[in-house]
T-cell receptor, first 112, second 114 residues
Framework: GEDVEQSLFLSVREGDSSVINCTYT??????LYWYKQEPGAGLQLLTY?????DMKQDQRLTVLLNKKDKHLSLRIADTQTGDSAIYFC????????????FGTGTKLQVIP | DTEVTQTPKHLVMGMTNKKSLKCEQH?????MYWYKQKAKKPPELMFV???????INESVPSRFSPECPNSSLLNLHLHALQPEDSALYLC?????????????FGSGTRLTVV
């Protein structure tokens, strides 16, 4: 099965940039996703990137994809206290999109 | 309407009870999913429905019984649960299975089995 790993915790000061990293094992995935989960809530799709892209920018969010190293990152510019949450990368399993494996999750703490 | 609505938000049930979780979406999505999430862990897939038919059962114990009465509704029937089944149960939907554009999640039902 797919292994998707993330660092557990990241702490940044308000106004700084945050970079959340994700590594995966299956190179056949064509879409890769980032989700945000606030306390007591479900997951919110933040953005996704198609595998023929190296970078995608969406307002304060920048996704970088290194297919060779199987590494995905999410950069949040000008991090705000409202960005405090758990961030999950997600990768479809090989053979189709019926199954998506979520990363272990990174808890982002923003210090005012 | 761009939401997935789950009810109830919280549920406490005894090990001999029968209860149901409900999920509803009106986005015209034809794929619906049940996930289980334990504290500080990622969501784990339980079931996938595609066009109202069960497509994937991730070897879930039979005390969990899914049902998709129509394209907008997804239920999860619970019977004789164990305390270790206590978790956040998340419903999600997507346009179709394999469309690649990600899922819309509900806010979940927090289940406690006593």
């Amino acid at each position: 099965g797919e292994d998707v790993e993330q660092s557990l915790f990241l702490s940044v000061r308000e106004g700084d940039s945050s970079v959340i990293n994700c590594t995966y094992t299956d190179s056949s995935s064509t879409y890769l996703y980032w989700y945000k989960q606030e306390p007591g809530a479900g997951l919110q799709l933040l953005t996704y990137i198609f595998s023929n892209m190296d970078m995608k920018q969406d307002q304060r969010l920048t996704v970088l994809l290194n297919k060779k190293d199987k590494h995905l990152s999410l950069r949040i510019a000008d991090t705000q206290t409202g960005d405090s949450a758990i961030y999950f990368c997600a990768v479809p399993n090989s053979g189709g999109y019926q199954k998506v494996t979520f990363g272990t999750g990174t808890k982002l703490q923003v210090i005012p | 309407d761009t939401e997935v609505t789950q009810t109830p938000k919280h549920l406490v049930m005894g090990m001999t009870n029968k209860k149901s979780l409900k999920c509803e979406q009106h986005m015209g999505h034809r794929a619906m999913y049940w996930y289980k999430q334990k504290a500080k862990k990622p969501p784990e897939l339980m079931f996938v429905y595609s066009y109202e038919k069960l497509s994937i059962n991730e070897s879930v114990p039979s005390r969990f019984s899914p049902e998709c009465p129509n394209s907008s509704l997804l239920n999860l029937h619970l019977h004789a649960l164990q305390p270790e089944d206590s978790a956040l149960y998340l419903c999600a939907s997507s346009h179709t299975v394999g469309q690649g554009l990600g899922y819309t999640f509900g806010s979940g039902t927090r289940l406690t089995v006593v």
